[in-house]
């Protein structure tokens, strides 16, 4: 009777939690009128016609892969360098290596709101105003992705470095080789985290660019929602083209985000 | 190949110490340098950044400037004599204070009590799945799920209303209403968010010490007493964690705002100014209307409010004997 109220009581939470974004599906494939019906339809019709209307006669397809492209090149940058100085704060000891550790805290202290003037007047100066590049490498380096790799590699057994120092196995060929290789998790968690973060990104773009051709998928929904005010269905289709990845990506992999998140130890599984 | 690691630390008959000496002098000489290049990468973008701008907002505050001419003059304090004579800005204040003290204890209660009153439930059949769908909302995109969310708050076909009414209660104007605005942001904010707490609290939870929790069962504190003598000191340093940041993301609350506040004329803040907060001032003063030297102003006013409120949180949770 117990396990019966507990069943009950877990799954009306996590319908009510999912019920928004059931409804966007509701919305976007049923008739043109469900918006405006009352009392509201609940059942989704799976008419795929409306979605397909609106990727192909306004420019989705173009800010999909300005999302891309954006997103793919972070994540790379993030990986790498996070497994670069998750190696150094690992593994070498040099002057500077805790001072380092700290700073990399302290980035994600600074209240981001309060430094986008500054960060415009920077990213003025670098000429970096209304290029991809000013969307992507602000981004380049996380503090979680350093700190995953940090304690990744602080796991590992020190007879491997010694034995590839006996070889004459330089650092970088070391952890190219046989680091990352080993933190396999690791890199999944960034990448993972990285892509959410930097598809879901709309305030930036928002300040940074002013033209309609770098816009990410975020910034141009902004602007699609102003324009199309109250055509539910085509809203919700284009609000589905920006969910779907992400939708996606966290059905497969929703536990390992979950443990990620939670700080856990992503890597016991394996 | 001779190899300088090959030297047994402590000395070997045909080994001069100079060699020794010299062979960890060599390692240390590459650590520095190998470690200071694998490092350099994100230490420039965090300093090129974030560090950067950290440091030149409390000079820009300080200055009358406009990005697009070239001009700057020193103006001291003038800036925020200015900030402190518009009313808009006590108004941003005083919105974002509202929405922060409803928005916080709200989350973390909520959060906490879906943590613990379903803590068992997760853990049995299908409870990961479920897990996974109270987290979900927290990363989708922002706009993407303001668009539903806009529907839903519609006065006359939204779900929300049709909530109300199915309840019997009085149907609200939402968010084209003075009163309504912001608490419809605020339910926006705690469905976004509220799923992230719960895991951080789960997995708070999840490390509670079996042996203390199983001594008091037997001791017979169950239901309330249990959570507020055993669980509730132990969770102190996690619930911390969670208000610390709660509060520091709330006040900085900005993408759901403009968007569900846009409007048809992307007027974002409205109605009549009562969804205008402290981050969507910043944004409007600074790249709307081009006064940068009041926005760099308000940014740094807001980025010494964070750090107050932060430091004054931290006092509390010393004051309060937590365990740790």
Do not use: C
């Not at chain 1, 469900?34 to 990727?55: E, G």
């Not at chain 1, 209304?130 to 602000?138: A, E, K, S, W």
């Not at chain 1, 902004?222 to 609000?239: G, I, V």
């Amino acid at each position: 009777m117990k396990t019966w109220l507990t069943y009950g009581l877990r799954a009306i939470v996590a319908a009510l939690m999912a019920a928004p974004i059931y409804w966007v599906f509701v919305i976007a494939t049923g008739k043109s009128g469900d918006a405006y019906s009352i009392p509201p339809v609940w059942r989704p019709l799976f008419h795929w016609a409306p979605f397909m209307y609106v990727w192909i006669h306004t420019p989705w397809a173009r800010y999909v892969l300005n999302s891309v492209i954006i997103s793919a090149s972070t994540i790379i940058l993030v990986v790498v360098t996070s497994a670069l100085a998750g190696y150094a704060l690992a593994e070498l000891k040099f002057p500077g290596n805790s001072l380092y550790f700290y700073m990399t805290l302290g980035v994600m202290m600074l209240p981001q709101q309060a430094l986008l003037v500054p960060q415009y007047v920077v990213m003025f100066h670098l000429h970096l105003l209304n290029t991809y590049t000013g969307l992507i490498v602000p981004f380049a380096a996380s503090t979680s992705g350093i700190f995953l790799f940090r304690q990744f590699f602080m796991k590992l057994p020190a007879s491997y470095r010694e034995i590839a120092r006996l070889e004459g196995v330089g650092t970088l060929t070391y952890l190219r080789r046989v680091a990352v290789p080993l933190a396999r998790p690791a890199v999944a968690t960034t990448v993972l985290l990285t892509f959410i973060s930097s598809w879901n990104q709309f305030q930036w773009p928002l300040i940074m660019t002013n033209s309609s051709g770098l816009q990410p998928i975020e910034l141009a929904l902004s602007h699609y929602m102003q324009a199309y005010q109250s055509h539910w269905r085509d809203l919700t289709s284009a609000a589905l083209i920006a969910l779907l990845p992400i939708l996606i990506v966290f059905a497969f992999t929703q536990r390992h985000i979950v443990t990620a998140v939670a700080g856990g130890e992503v890597g016991q599984k394996e | 190949m001779t190899n300088p690691e090959n030297a047994v630390e402590g000395g070997h008959p045909d080994i001069p110490s100079w060699m020794l000496w010299w062979s960890r002098v060599r390692t240390q000489w590459q650590d520095l340098v190998v470690g200071y290049g694998m490092i350099l990468p994100s230490l420039v973008v965090f300093l090129v950044f974030y560090y950067g701008p950290a440091l030149f907002l409390l000079y820009i505050a300080f200055f009358h400037w406009n990005i697009f001419s070239n001009y700057s003059t020193f103006v001291g304090l003038h800036n925020f004599s200015v900030l402190l004579h518009q009313p808009i800005f006590w108004q941003s204040l005083l919105n974002t204070a509202y929405y922060v003290v409803l928005v916080v204890p709200v989350t973390t209660l909520l959060a906490l009590a879906l943590a613990l009153g379903l803590r068992q439930a997760w853990s049995l059949k299908g409870g990961g799945v479920s897990q996974a769908l109270v987290f979900l909302p927290h990363v989708t995109p922002v706009v993407a799920t303001s668009i539903i969310w806009v529907w839903i708050f519609d006065p006359n076909f939204g779900l929300a209303n049709a909530v109300l009414h199915a309840l019997h209660l009085p149907q609200l104007g939402w968010l084209s209403s003075v009163h309504w605005a912001l608490p419809a942001v605020m339910i926006y904010t705690v469905w976004h968010s509220v799923g992230l707490y719960t895991i951080l609290f789960l997995a708070g939870l999840s490390t509670l010490p079996k042996q203390v929790l199983e001594a008091a069962q037997l001791d017979g504190a169950r239901g309330w007493l249990a959570f507020r003598r055993i669980i509730l000191p132990l969770i102190g340093p996690i619930t911390f964690f969670v208000v610390v940041l709660a509060t520091i993301t709330t006040m900085q609350t900005f993408s759901q705002i403009y968007t569900l506040t846009g409007g048809p004329h992307g007027g974002a803040g409205g109605p009549a100014f009562s969804t205008t907060t402290d981050s969507l001032l910043i944004y409007q003063t600074a790249f709307l209307y081009d006064h940068f030297s009041l926005g760099s102003a308000m940014s740094l006013v807001l980025f010494i409010l964070i750090l107050a409120v932060t430091l004054i949180q931290k006092f509390v949770a010393d004051r309060m004997v937590f365990y740790r």
